[in-house]
């Protein structure tokens, strides 16, 4: 049974610093493409970023990139997100997503996930 988990979400101030992560069971993690995604209260969910299963392939959404950076570590089951110069516009609750995907590319569509996280909450105070 495919398990996601998230954490390291919390209240910073803008400008500052977070660093999420989630880690995957029951699956093997490395045939995975995973994702990040987010939505906050009354929006849409949207993409964060997404990575291939070998990390070698990476998307961004346009309002997180140059600031957000995703990573993964196959050996340890987990996907990270490292979020830099916060916004307030970016609270929101971040969702680890995965698909199956032996292919070196990955998906920015919330559709084409398989398996999601319960969330994590990050809160940017202005």
């Known amino acids: 049974q495919v398990h996601l988990a998230e954490s390291g979400g919390g209240l910073v101030q803008a400008g500052g610093s977070l660093r999420l992560s989630c880690i995957g069971s029951?699956?093997?993690?490395?045939?995975?493409?995973m994702a990040w995604f987010r939505q906050a209260p009354g929006k849409k969910r949207e993409v964060v970023s997404c990575?291939?299963?070998?990390?070698?392939?990476?998307r961004y959404g346009d309002t997180v990139r140059g600031r957000f950076t995703i990573s993964r570590d196959n050996a340890k089951n987990t996907l990270w997100l490292q979020m830099d110069s916060l916004e307030p516009e970016d609270t929101a609750m971040y969702y680890c997503a995965a698909t199956p995907n032996l292919g070196s590319f990955c998906y920015d569509s919330q559709y084409e996930y398989d398996h999601w996280g319960q969330g994590t909450q990050v809160s940017v105070s202005s």
């Open positions: 990575t291939s299963r070998d990390g070698t392939s990476s």
């Open positions: 029951g699956f093997t993690f490395d045939r995975y493409t």
